[in-house]
Nanobody, 123 residues
Framework: VQLQASGGGLAQAGGSLRLACAASGRAFSAYHAGWFRQAPGKERKFVAGINRSGYRKDYAEDVQGRFIITRDNVKNTVYLQMSSLEPEDTAVYFC?????????????????WGQGTLVTVSS
């Protein structure tokens, strides 16, 4: 599975952005999917995960209520709708797929990774 993330950019605090991750290769619907982010000088951290069907989701505490993960298995795409953005959300965002559990916080659990898209939130 190849993953291509897009949608990053510059936003003001309180604003919104939507990230998209397009998958190609094997049937995307067979994989759990997720988003991680990595701020400068910090480790990559789990943001949100979604199961194969899209009915079950999980979020990191610091984005709960502000971010929404969805997927469209017809379009082979997973989305991350980000609202009420904060400067602390500034990071490179990576989409991922292939873990055995959509709530896994461990980067080693996820098999496929996109190239990352930069989100910068100004105060």
């Amino acid at each position: 599975v190849q993953l291509q993330a897009s949608g990053g950019g510059l936003a003001q605090a309180g604003g919104s952005l939507r990230l998209a991750c397009a998958a190609s290769g094997r049937a995307f619907s067979a994989y759990h999917a997720g988003w991680f982010r990595q701020a400068p000088g910090k480790e990559r951290k789990f943001v949100a995960g979604i199961n194969r069907s899209g009915y079950r989701k999980d979020y990191a505490e610091d984005v709960q209520g502000r971010f929404i993960i969805t997927r469209d298995n017809v379009k082979n795409t997973v989305y991350l709708q980000m609202s009420s953005l904060e400067p602390e959300d500034t990071a490179v965002y990576f989409c991922t797929a292939g873990a055995t559990n959509w709530i896994s916080r461990n980067t080693d659990s996820w098999y496929y990774w996109g190239q990352g898209t930069l989100v910068t939130v100004s105060s």
